[in-house]
């Protein structure tokens, strides 16, 4: 995320990305005039108002990644795309579609699917929502590193009151162990056990979240 510090707005993810431009394929087919009759652009713009104003389809782009702001971009790039000046460059299943809903044969929500792939060529980024969405999930810790949790442990868990002698005895276990790893609040006690231990003769390395520091055993 970044911040815009002159609104010290949060900008999400819809304020960063361009959009891409689609380009059109010649789909000229021959007695093409026949399917789309007198399907003109006026006819389209049409059909693509309704569509945009169906409250089903803006479910349907919210399940996919598009929210509202999204979608709008995502819906102007998809209406230039359904009306250049030569129709010919537009997909013919797409052209019989829109001829169909004209006649009122078919409902314009069955624009869905073309609007969906539309938006994934303009907005490459919804492709990857789903990998997305289970990166950035942080509800179900305990299924995190599968292989390391099935690796068998023993913890020793020391509690009592303050100058009880709870780190003493910690760090005499710790240094007894064969492996062990101490974790500590502050830098300054991870650095004294380091320092401490190595200078016992004890292997000790040092990880925080500035440096790395490895032991020369």
Request: contains cysteine; proline residues 5%.
């Amino acid at each position: 995320m970044r911040v815009d510090h002159k609104t010290r707005k949060q900008a999400t993810i819809e304020d960063l990305v361009e959009p891409r431009k689609v380009k059109h394929i010649s789909q000229a087919t021959a007695g093409m005039e026949e399917w789309i009759g007198a399907l003109d652009n006026t006819t389209i713009h049409m059909v693509l108002d309704e569509f945009m104003r169906r409250p089903t389809v803006r479910q349907l782009a919210k399940e996919n990644g598009i929210n509202d702001k999204l979608f709008m971009r995502a819906f102007k790039s998809f209406r230039d795309y359904c009306t250049p000046a030569d129709l010919n460059s537009v997909d013919v299943a797409l052209l019989v579609l829109f001829s169909d809903i004209s006649k009122g044969g078919k409902d314009c929500e069955m624009l869905y699917p073309f609007f969906l792939d539309h938006s994934k060529q303009v907005f490459p980024h919804l492709e990857a929502m789903d990998d997305l969405r289970i990166i950035s999930d942080l509800t179900q810790p305990h299924n995190w590193y599968p292989e390391a949790r099935s690796i068998t442990r023993k913890i020793f868990f020391h509690a009592g009151p303050t100058n009880s002698g709870k780190t003493y005895h910690a760090l005499k276990r710790f240094g007894e162990a064969k492996s062990a790893v101490f974790c500590g609040p502050l830098k300054l006690l991870a650095t004294e056990v380091f320092n401490r231990t190595n200078g016992l003769g004890i292997p000790c390395d040092l990880v925080t979240g500035e440096e790395r520091r490895i032991s020369n055993f």
